[in-house]
């Protein structure tokens, strides 16, 4: 059964940096694509990143040349570093997991981003 445990949210101020993990488990975690979604209040969730299992990385118009995503196929875990933050980063953010020929993602539970102006 696959898990995924997301850490590293918190409280920052404007222009700060984060970085969120996202751990696997109950899967060969190389073969994968993963990605970062985030959801802010009132609002939908989106997509903020992806990281092929090749390593190919793509990134939302508004995270771009903020955000990067990178994953440790070692530790089975995949991260989201996030520097010049801004109040409108502030939501919950949730690692996701697309094993290879499927639509289907495993979810994590969020961890919560709050950017104080």
């Known amino acids: 059964q696959v898990e995924l445990v997301e850490s590293g949210g918190g409280l920052v101020q404007a222009g700060g940096s984060l970085r969120l993990s996202c751990a696997a488990s109950?899967?060969?975690?190389?073969?994968?694509?993963m990605a970062w979604y985030r959801q802010a209040p009132g609002k939908q969730r989106v997509l903020v990143a992806t990281?092929?299992?090749?390593?190919?990385?793509n990134y939302s118009d508004s995270v771009k040349g903020r955000f990067t995503i990178s994953r440790d196929n070692a530790k089975n875990t995949v991260h989201l570093q996030m520097t010049s933050l801004k109040p409108e980063d502030t939501a919950v953010y949730y690692c996701?997991?697309?094993?290879?020929?499927?639509?289907?993602?495993?979810w994590g539970q969020g961890t919560q981003v709050t950017v104080s102006s």
């Open positions: 109950g899967t060969i975690f190389s073969i994968n694509t």
């Open positions: 990281i092929t299992s090749g390593g190919s990385t």
């Open positions: 996701t997991l697309r094993p290879p020929f499927t639509m289907n993602d495993y």
